[in-house]
């Protein structure tokens, strides 16, 4: 005899839906945009804890710069795929409804004689308002991006940001700050490289230098050398030479307790390399310690792929070929004069000091104040 049909089988069951995600409340939105040279970057972010959840955001390479070391202006079609990437930034701040948000421009504007017209179409084409920073905001802002990730065990740091037109080092020395402080000393550096007398720890800016080359300036530069080797070396030794001001520079430093925080497209793609990446992954690369022979054994790679070997490979492309060995003859130069076991690879920069600051500054991030 057949078994009983229990009651409701062959029923269809009643659809369960699951929430959509509660929009963030616009009040707790922070935006932070970053146009370079190269790049235009921007994220959206919702402090959490002592950081922030990034809630959206944009990246994609206009080459402002392209053309201007040689006119010493910003071109009419640099200008037109720059402002076509700030609409849709604008797009996603008035979708969020952000409120509050800082807009910055670097190098390429600071060196353009065109810069204020240009500055002037953005926000008569976009409604942003863009501030062309200096040198020092640049390197501070990249400073505390970097802050988390300084060892407890670092005496002596040196931060340094590869961008398409200008290179900040900055020299810190937490040496007199208590081991569990140092990263927090760091973050306190966004009031100021000098700021005034403080309650808290201090870390010491020695020296800073802003560089005008970066990865597109010192490409330019030497784009009328034919030899891919040659032209990596006198590029790496050219930046070298614009060192000479810097103060560390006259000095041996040794490799315990010092470390370096490289934070740029150079320093991650190469850090890519060294792990042997398909496809890049900013968790596996985020955070990682290379020491300067490991650095060394990738370029020597990229010098014997030859531009053609670079075009193909997937972490690089043909886009950015000619930028990794610029970039890749900067961080040589700088591992020459400083050589370390540890070289920490921030997948971060300017945007990240932007939200850093702004949400410091309102007091919104649980470790403050700093």
């Known amino acids: 005899m057949a078994p009983k049909r229990p009651r409701g089988a062959g029923a269809f069951p009643k659809a369960v839906e699951s929430p959509a995600p509660a929009r963030p409340d616009p009040d707790a939105l922070y935006a932070a945009l970053d146009l370079g040279t190269n790049s235009c970057r921007m994220l959206i972010a919702q402090p959490k804890g002592s950081g922030f959840h990034v809630v959206d955001s944009f990246s994609k ?31 996603k701040l008035k979708r969020n409804r952000v409120r509050r948000m800082r807009l910055i421009a670097t190098e390429a504007c600071r060196r353009a004689k065109n810069s204020r017209d240009f500055i002037r179409q953005v926000k008569r084409e976009t409604g942003l308002t863009l501030d062309i920073i200096q040198p020092e905001e640049e390197a501070r802002l990249a400073v505390i991006s970097c802050a988390p990730l300084v060892s407890t065990k670092t005496e002596q740091l040196l931060v340094v ?32 490289f000098h700021p005034s007398d403080s309650p808290f720890p201090a870390a010491k800016v020695v020296d800073w230098i802003s560089v005008p080359l970066g990865v597109a300036t010192l490409r330019d530069q030497f784009n009328d050398v034919e030899n891919d080797a040659a032209r990596f070396a006198l590029m790496s030794w050219f930046f070298e030479e614009n060192l000479a001001d810097f103060a560390p520079y006259k000095d041996e430093q040794t490799r315990e307790g010092f470390q370096i925080v490289g934070t740029s497209g150079t320093v991650t793609t190469v850090a890519a390399s060294h792990l042997g990446l398909k496809r890049y992954d900013r968790t596996k690369v985020d955070g990682l310690r290379m020491t300067s022979d490991q650095i060394d054994k ?36 700088l591992l020459r004069c400083w050589p370390t076991d540890r070289l920490s690879v921030a997948d971060r920069g300017l945007r990240e000091g932007l939200l850093y600051a702004q949400m410091s500054a309102d007091g919104v991030l649980e470790d403050g104040p700093f």
């Open 61 to 91: 390479s206009v080459q402002l710069g392209a053309g201007l070391e040689r006119t010493g202006r910003l071109s009419r079609a640099s200008m037109a795929r720059t402002v076509q990437a700030l609409r849709i930034c604008q797009q």
């Open 161 to 192: 940001d590869i961008g398409g037109g200008s290179t900040e080092l900055v020299w810190i020395d937490i040496s007199s700050v208590p081991r569990r402080d140092r990263p927090a000393a760091i973050m306190r550096l966004h009031n100021g």
């Open 298 to 333: 990738v370029i020597r790679g990229y010098l014997e792929l030859g531009p053609r070997g670079r075009r193909r490979d997937p972490r690089i492309g043909d886009d950015r070929q000619a930028l990794i060995m610029s970039g890749s003859a900067i961080l040589q130069a």
